[in-house]
């Protein structure tokens, strides 16, 4: 390779950004599902208070990636990860990580609302009293608050924080969801798509509270809606087959994209 | 207007392009007030700016067509938010068309420098971009009101900017004639009405885009047209 060549002089400047911009680093990730294989030699780096978004077709490796970020693929029996996934540097496959305290440094937010059959507050109190988060239960109460504060969800609920988290409408109950995974104080927060089963105004709501969370977390959310990629992330990558075919500049991935199958796919021309 | 969108960034992104042709607008004005009267006075600096002030028309048009491509590209606007972005595109194209005219007439400054402009011809160009610059500022304040009733009695005025160039025309051919060492000069000061004279056909553009973004329809009727000089044969003694 040319030393001189643009390819050159980008690729050193990625590594240069290294230490300081990435969040997360996925070096040739593999992901095999007994015999088959899921994910090809991915290698795909998560920005630092940045919004990634994972697009691609149905079965294409999306969401089996964002699951390597927190060792989710753990849970699957017959699942087997190779290649290298870093958090802040540290291998997050390393023998002295604790699974558990990764999982909190690296929350998720699934596709259907999960609250707790809870109480309201016992739904975000949860997590941050068994991680010993608090001392006090009002150093709870301040979490709690805190939580929803940044949720968005405090003026719905702060009259009602004993009621069942259960009996709130779909939209409030992932921004509960959301809530609770923010009770922890975690670094990253993954996001499995987490409006699917939402009306398009409680979307629009967690769009901006994803907008507005981006200040002070890291965020990669796998989505199936193009649009919502092109709305709420300032990353996209976009995946096929188990490859990753293209990772860009979200505004540049949407007007014009460097790959032909990622302008093929966001355009609608299939086959 | 109506409530706010919930992204607030997306309510950001139009203001944005609102503040941008705003800005193009004012610098537009300017623009024209300038060239004209660098070619009254024979004033080269001010001639000068004028080129160099394109430059930025030219820089700020490219810039709002790329940010309302992204607009689009992110957002997938409909309604009056597409109609919005598309009349942001619509008026940066006339208005840096404004600027290139001016520009265009400022160029000129040189060429008449050795016989300047004689007395009454500089009144016949002055009364000429004030009418035009009139509809500029009215359809520039316009934009910020999105007032349909406004932006078409601003377009169905053009025709008053019309009938005086028609009556600058036959001055021009006049002096002209009169005198053979005139042509030169009377040639490029039938140049600079023209252009001018196309100046106010862009500020009517504009009305007739901002009456869409307004209303979603163009306005009735066919815009009023007084420019006959299209029908002038030669004229004999």
Not at chain 1, 83 to 101: A, F, Q
Not at chain 2, 208 to 219: F, K, L, S
């Amino acid at each position: 390779m040319n030393v001189l060549s643009d390819a050159a002089v980008e690729k050193a400047l990625e590594q240069k950004m290294t230490e300081v911009d990435y969040k997360m680093i996925g070096q040739d990730v593999s992901v095999y599902y007994g015999e088959k294989r899921a994910l090809f030699d991915v290698n795909l780096n998560v920005r630092k208070n940045t919004v990634t978004a994972l697009i691609g077709p149905s079965g294409c490796g999306k969401s089996t990636f964002l699951r390597c970020l927190n060792r989710m693929n753990d849970t699957i029996a017959s699942c087997r990860v190779t290649g290298k996934i870093t958090l802040d540097g540290m291998d997050i496959y390393d023998p002295s990580i604790d699974v558990v305290e990764l999982r909190a440094r690296v929350g998720m937010v699934f596709q259907k609302p999960n609250p707790f059959p809870k109480s309201i507050y016992e739904n975000i109190a949860y997590g941050p009293r068994i991680h010993g988060l608090a001392r006090s239960k009002a150093d709870l109460d301040q979490i709690v608050e805190g939580s929803l504060q940044k949720a968005g969800l405090w003026n719905e609920v702060k009259d009602r924080l004993q009621e069942s988290g259960t009996g709130l409408s779909g939209g409030q109950q992932q921004r509960l969801c959301i809530a609770r995974a923010v009770a922890v104080s975690p670094e990253v927060i993954l996001m499995d798509e987490p409006c699917s089963a939402l009306d398009p105004i409680a979307t629009a709501k967690v769009e901006e509270l994803i907008h507005e969370l981006r200040a002070n977390f890291t965020i990669v959310i796998v989505t199936h809606s193009m649009q919502q990629a092109a709305r709420v992330s300032q990353r996209t990558a976009m995946f096929h087959l188990g490859l990753l075919v293209e990772e860009n500049d979200t505004d540049k991935m949407f007007t014009n994209p460097d790959d032909q199958r990622t302008q093929d796919y966001i355009m609608g021309r299939f086959g | 207007m109506s409530a706010s969108h919930i992204y607030t960034a997306y309510d950001e992104e139009l203001k944005y392009l609102m503040r941008r042709i705003t800005e193009m607008g004012g610098l537009a004005e300017q623009m024209v007030a300038d060239s004209v009267r660098a070619l009254v006075n024979s004033d080269a600096a001010l001639a000068q700016k004028v080129i160099s002030d394109d430059v930025i028309m030219d820089a700020a048009e490219r810039e709002i067509g790329d940010k309302a491509i992204i607009t689009i590209a992110r957002r997938q606007p409909v309604a009056a938010d597409l109609r919005e972005i598309i009349g942001a595109l619509r008026i940066a194209n006339d208005l840096e068309r404004v600027g290139d005219l001016g520009k265009s007439n400022a160029k000129r400054v040189m060429a008449i420098q050795a016989t300047g402009v004689p007395r009454k011809l500089a009144r016949g160009l002055e009364h000429l971009s004030e009418l035009a610059l009139i509809q500029l500022k009215e359809v520039l304040d316009v934009y910020t009101t999105r007032s349909a009733e406004k932006a078409k009695s601003i377009r169905d005025r053009d025709e008053e900017i019309d009938a005086m160039y028609t009556s600058l025309f036959r001055e021009l051919l006049t002096y002209m004639m009169e005198d053979p060492r005139n042509i030169t000069s009377c040639t490029h000061l039938l140049f600079c009405a023209k252009n001018i004279e196309r100046i106010g056909d862009h500020a009517t553009n504009i009305a007739e885009t901002i009456y869409y973004m307004a209303t979603g329809d163009q306005p009735e009727g066919e815009r009023p047209k007084d420019d006959l000089t299209s029908s002038f044969g030669a004229i004999t003694e």
